[in-house]
């Protein structure tokens, strides 16, 4: 029923927004768990750096999957 109201263009940007909060959702929560642990271990900040840098490269991971996945379904479009 919403999509009736919406244009291509506006379900687009939904999906790319929707892609953007994921990869931030997960640098987040990385980083947090990097945090917890430097607390713990008064380690403070290579816990948190390492939770970033897994975070990103989780994200990124995400994002590769994503982009592969609606790309395949492009291609079995035009076919």
Avoid: C, W
């Avoid at 945090?35 to 990124?60: E, R, S």
């Amino acid at each position: 029923m919403i999509k009736k109201h919406l244009s291509k263009e506006n379900i687009n940007f939904i999906g790319y927004l929707g892609i953007g909060l994921n990869i931030a959702i997960t640098i987040f929560i990385f980083v947090m768990i990097g945090y917890f642990v430097d607390k713990k271990f008064n380690t403070l900040p290579q816990g948190t750096i390492l939770g970033g840098l897994a975070g990103f490269i989780f994200g990124m991971r995400t994002l590769f999957l994503t982009v592969k996945k609606v790309s395949s379904k492009k291609e079995d479009k035009k076919n």
